[in-house]
């Protein structure tokens, strides 16, 4: 090894950092540049050293007391170039003209060993022009949610965008009660969202419209320069990644919360983790953001939504493609959706092959778990374990129904499926529990880190469930207790949009 292949293993310091920030160079309507407002006394409550990894940075550089003040945003980097991007949205169906980074500065773009770029964004660093009526600051419990479930949801094998790190303080901020002060630094390859195109389409400023379309292809869908339609197949591309993501989170019972077109990332990954669940005990309509109150953002909503949100983005492109091709990328999300949401859900139940009968045993199974209020999660890793022998009563499995006679005549149809394809036990289960996680953060994991956090500084829990959910398919004996059920003060727990 010579000592360049060293220094590179090593991984760079903060100042090492590069920078190629693209987004900064687009004109000046897309975004307000300004650093971010001080926070007293920083210090590190997170750092992840996965994510380090992707930018190349050394993860002792997290020892430094300069590691703080640069992800809170009191010391800037060489190379980066601080901004806040405008955007719009519909939230809750309402179209709102403008949004922006109300709380979040893109500090620039780094560029990984790979020669990846990565937005460094800090969210909860100050306010911006568009901060509207908030504090442009974010507590030290939100950013906890959204630190875990970002990497336990990309564990899963979900696009999602990362998290670097959470810096505190103890900076008062007033929510329904005052908590304290933290900031997050999350990385996509971009932040831009389907309200970056819904502001300029409801402006009518259509060049930039056409500007931030030719930048999303550029850098983010480089296959789809120079075909024909350029921006009909961004369309089309935007809504296949979007229906796939959203067809894993159905499938491994994950609730956005707030699936507002301000929340919908252009390159079709889970951003802006606020008010998420995954699921406990299985209702299909369950709705996990305490302030929804119609319902709108329900589990069983989440692909109907996903596609209403599809159709606001290829509204606001109108002005780039005819309303033909539009409305025919639109109307494909269904078949992109089952494309992805069907073999996901034969790798659940450990089926092999297709068969006309699958729908039925499902949709049995279905209703099964949503009269007996199974639990999603345990019922699957338990599936795993299914055996498929005649006498066998299953009883781990059958425990989990109230009604066990039903559950009998549904494990009977299930056996018959498995005989006809002649599934072997062992090897079905071994690649189930690649399909069907053990360990999912459920509200009362991530609860239990904010209460040590805030009431005893305790940043230990953060640690090891970012560590646990960093492998959530293996078993880790050690962790049992993580994969059992919710006790019962989880049930009191509400989250809401409060952040
Ligand atoms: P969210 O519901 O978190 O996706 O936020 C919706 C909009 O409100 C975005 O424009 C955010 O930047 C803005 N926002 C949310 N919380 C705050 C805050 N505390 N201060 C300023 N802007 C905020
Ligand atoms: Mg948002």
Redesign the pocket.
């Known amino acids: 090894m010579n000592a360049g292949e060293r220094i590179q293993t090593a991984g760079s310091t903060l100042e090492e950092v590069r920078f190629q920030n693209t987004f900064a160079g687009l004109p000046a309507g897309f975004h307000s540049k300004l650093a971010p407002q001080a926070l007293p006394e920083p210090y590190l409550v997170a750092f992840n050293p996965d994510a380090a990894a992707l930018i190349g940075l050394d993860p002792r550089e997290a020892q430094r007391p300069e590691f703080a003040e640069v992800f809170c945003g009191n010391r800037l980097l060489p190379g980066s170039d601080p901004l806040a991007a405008i ?1 719009a ?1 519909h ?1 809750f169906g309402v179209y709102v003209p403008q ?6 500065h893109l500090l620039g773009e780094a560029v990984g060993p790979d020669e990846r770029r990565w937005d460094l964004q800090l969210k909860g660093a100050g ?2 022009p ?9 507590v030290l419990r939100s950013t906890i949610r959204e630190y875990l479930a970002s990497e336990a949801m990309h564990a899963l094998g979900i696009p999602s965008t990362r998290s670097l790190a959470i810096v505190g303080s103890d900076k008062p901020v007033m929510r329904e009660n005052v908590e304290t002060a933290a900031v997050l630094t999350r990385m996509a390859p971009s932040h831009v969202r389907f309200g970056s195109f819904e502001v300029f389409y409801h402006r009518r400023q259509y060049e930039h419209l056409r500007t931030l379309a030719d930048y999303v292809i550029s850098h983010h869908y480089p296959g789809l320069t120079g075909v024909e339609k350029p921006h009909a197949a961004l369309l089309r591309e935007v809504i296949r990644r979007t229906a796939r993501t959203v067809a894993r989170w159905q499938a491994v019972g994950f609730c956005h919360g ?1 699936m ?1 077109t ?2 919908m990332s252009i390159l079709g990954i889970t951003i ?1 983790y ?1 008010p998420y669940g995954f699921l406990d005990a299985f209702d299909a309509n369950h709705v996990c953001n305490h302030s929804d109150d119609g319902g709108r953002y329900a589990y069983n909503r989440q692909p109907g939504i996903a596609q209403w949100n599809l159709a606001c983005l290829a509204q606001a492109m109108l002005p780039l493609m005819t309303e033909e091709d539009a409305m025919d990328a639109v109307n494909g999300f269904e078949s992109d959706f089952e494309e992805e949401y069907a073999p996901a859900m034969r790798a659940k139940f450990g089926l092999a092959t297709v068969r006309e009968e699958d729908s039925e045993l499902l949709r049995g199974l279905f209703q099964l778990l949503q009269e007996n209020r199974t639990d999603y999660t345990i019922f699957f890793r338990r599936l795993c374990d299914f055996d498929a022998s005649p006498d066998a009563t299953n009883h781990e499995l059958r425990d989990l129904f109230l009604n066990r006679e039903a559950f009998d005549r549904w494990a009977a149809e299930y056996r018959a499926r498995l005989m006809a394809e002649g599934s072997d036990d062992r090897q079905r289960a071994e690649s189930m529990r690649r399909a069907n996680p053990k360990y999912v953060l459920r509200n009362h994991l991530a609860e239990t880190a904010i209460r040590r956090a805030n009431e005893e500084r305790d940043y230990t829990e953060i640690e090891r469930l970012r560590a646990l959910l960093s492998r959530p398919f293996d078993e880790q004996p050690e962790m049992e207790s993580y994969a059992g059920f919710p006790p019962d003060w989880a049930g009191s727990l509400e989250v809401s ?1 409060s ?1």
């Open positions: 955007y949205g939230q949004l922006g980074d109300g709380r979040a306010r911006t568009y901060s509207r009526m908030g504090d442009g600051r974010a707030v507002n301000d929340n802006d606020g949009c952040s």
